[in-house]
C-alpha cells in the first residue's frame, strides 16, 4: 500500500468534503495517512480524527512559526497529546527563517525545537522536521542533539550534499509535490542522489500540489503521482518503489 506520511487532513480546508477526499485516498491505493497537528488546537483536530480510522495514525507538536505565541502551561497540555496512542512522532517541529529575519526570533525557535527534541527522547518517539531556509543551523542542532530515534526531513528542499548528511546521521528524506514540476532540478536531483534506503514520500496537504494539479488544493490521493515520478527518475519499477518505502516506514516506526 502507499503511506502519506504528512498531510494537514483536519485543518478546516478539508471541512466542506473531507470524507469525500478520504474516499478518493482510499480508491487510490493509500493505505495510511498520517494527519499533522500543530499546535494544542491542530493537535485536537488531529487525534479526533485519527480516532475514527485506523486509516490515520498523527504527529503532533509546536511549529516553528507558532513559538512566539507559546504559554509554559501550553507545554504539559501538548504533552499529554503526544503521549496519545494514536501519536507515532513529534512533529512537524523545527525552524523555518523564511517569513521572519528577526535573530532574537530565530533563537526562540531554536529553544522551542531543542525542548521538543528533550520530549521526543523522553517518550522514546521520533521526529518530523520542518526546515525553511534553516538547512544549514538545522543540520547542526540535530548533531549536537542526537534523536533517540531519528526521524523525517519533511517536504525536503534542500541540496543534495545537505541530503545525504542528514542521511548519515541517520534521518528519512521525505519527498513531496515539488518532485514533478516542470521547472524542479534541486528536488529531481535528490531524488536520483539519495539511497533508497532512506526515502519517503508525502503530500503535505493541502499545499504544493503535483503537477498536474498544482497551485490548486493538494490531497492524500496525489501521493501517488510523487511516487511515479520517483519511480521514473530512478528506473524502477512502481511496485518495487511502493515496497520499499512501506520497509522504511516500518523500519522507522517499528512495525
Same mark, same amino acid.
Given at each position: 500500500?502507499?503511506?502519506?506520511?504528512?498531510?494537514?487532513?483536519?485543518?478546516? $480546508?478539508?471541512?466542506?468534503?473531507?470524507?469525500?477526499?478520504?474516499?478518493?485516498? @482510499?480508491?487510490?491505493? %493509500?493505505?495510511?495517512?498520517?494527519?499533522? #497537528?500543530? #499546535?494544542?488546537?491542530?493537535?485536537?483536530?488531529?487525534?479526533?480524527?485519527?480516532?475514527?480510522?485506523?486509516?490515520?495514525?498523527?504527529?503532533?507538536?509546536?511549529?516553528?512559526?507558532?513559538?512566539?505565541?507559546?504559554?509554559?502551561?501550553?507545554?504539559?497540555?501538548?504533552?499529554?497529546?503526544?503521549?496519545?496512542?494514536?501519536?507515532?512522532?513529534?512533529?512537524?517541529? #523545527?525552524?523555518?527563517?523564511?517569513?521572519?529575519?528577526?535573530?532574537?526570533?530565530?533563537? @526562540?525557535?531554536?529553544?522551542?525545537?531543542?525542548?521538543?527534541?528533550?520530549?521526543?527522547?523522553?517518550?522514546?518517539?521520533?521526529?518530523?522536521?520542518?526546515?525553511?531556509?534553516? @538547512?544549514?543551523?538545522?543540520?547542526?542542532?540535530?548533531?549536537?542533539?542526537?534523536?533517540?530515534?531519528?526521524?523525517?526531513?519533511?517536504?525536503?528542499?534542500?541540496?543534495?550534499?545537505?541530503?545525504?548528511?542528514?542521511?548519515?546521521?541517520?534521518?528519512?528524506?521525505?519527498?513531496?509535490?515539488?518532485?514533478?514540476?516542470?521547472?524542479?532540478?534541486?528536488?529531481?536531483?535528490?531524488?536520483?542522489? %539519495? &539511497?533508497?534506503?532512506?526515502?519517503? @514520500?508525502?503530500? &503535505?496537504?493541502?499545499?504544493?500540489?503535483?503537477?498536474?494539479?498544482?497551485?490548486?488544493?493538494?490531497?492524500?490521493?496525489?501521493?501517488?503521482?510523487?511516487? $511515479?515520478?520517483?519511480?521514473?527518475?530512478?528506473?524502477?519499477?512502481?511496485?518495487?518503489? $511502493?515496497?520499499?518505502?512501506?520497509?522504511?516506514?516500518?523500519?522507522?516506526?517499528?512495525?
Amino acid at each position: 500500500m502507499w503511506t502519506d506520511t504528512h498531510a494537514h487532513l483536519a485543518e478546516p $480546508e478539508y471541512d466542506a468534503d473531507r470524507i469525500d477526499v478520504i474516499q478518493r485516498a @482510499i480508491d487510490a491505493g %493509500i493505505g495510511r495517512i498520517v494527519l499533522i #497537528g500543530c #499546535g494544542i488546537v491542530g493537535a485536537q483536530r488531529a487525534l479526533a480524527l485519527a480516532e475514527t480510522d485506523n486509516l490515520f495514525q498523527a504527529v503532533v507538536g509546536f511549529h516553528p512559526e507558532e513559538v512566539l505565541t507559546l504559554r509554559e502551561s501550553d507545554w504539559p497540555t501538548m504533552e499529554a497529546l503526544m503521549r496519545h496512542p494514536k501519536v507515532i512522532a513529534i512533529g512537524e517541529i #523545527g525552524l523555518d527563517f523564511y517569513w521572519d529575519k528577526d535573530p532574537d526570533h530565530h533563537q @526562540i525557535q531554536e529553544e522551542v525545537f531543542l525542548r521538543q527534541i528533550d520530549l521526543a527522547n523522553r517518550l522514546d518517539k521520533p521526529i518530523v522536521i520542518h526546515s525553511r531556509d534553516a @538547512i544549514q543551523r538545522t543540520y547542526d542542532l540535530l548533531k549536537q542533539h542526537p534523536v533517540k530515534r531519528t526521524g523525517i526531513m519533511h517536504c525536503y528542499s534542500g541540496s543534495l550534499e545537505m541530503a545525504k548528511a542528514f542521511i548519515k546521521i541517520g534521518y528519512y528524506i521525505s519527498l513531496a509535490g515539488p518532485v514533478t514540476f516542470k521547472n524542479a532540478y534541486v528536488p529531481v536531483e535528490v531524488a536520483l542522489g %539519495i &539511497d533508497l534506503d532512506h526515502l519517503l @514520500i508525502e503530500t &503535505d496537504s493541502p499545499y504544493l500540489a503535483p503537477h498536474p494539479h498544482r497551485g490548486k488544493r493538494n490531497e492524500p490521493a496525489y501521493v501517488k503521482m510523487t511516487a $511515479e515520478r520517483i519511480a521514473t527518475l530512478k528506473n524502477m519499477p512502481l511496485s518495487d518503489l $511502493e515496497l520499499k518505502l512501506e520497509q522504511n516506514y516500518n523500519k522507522l516506526f517499528n512495525y
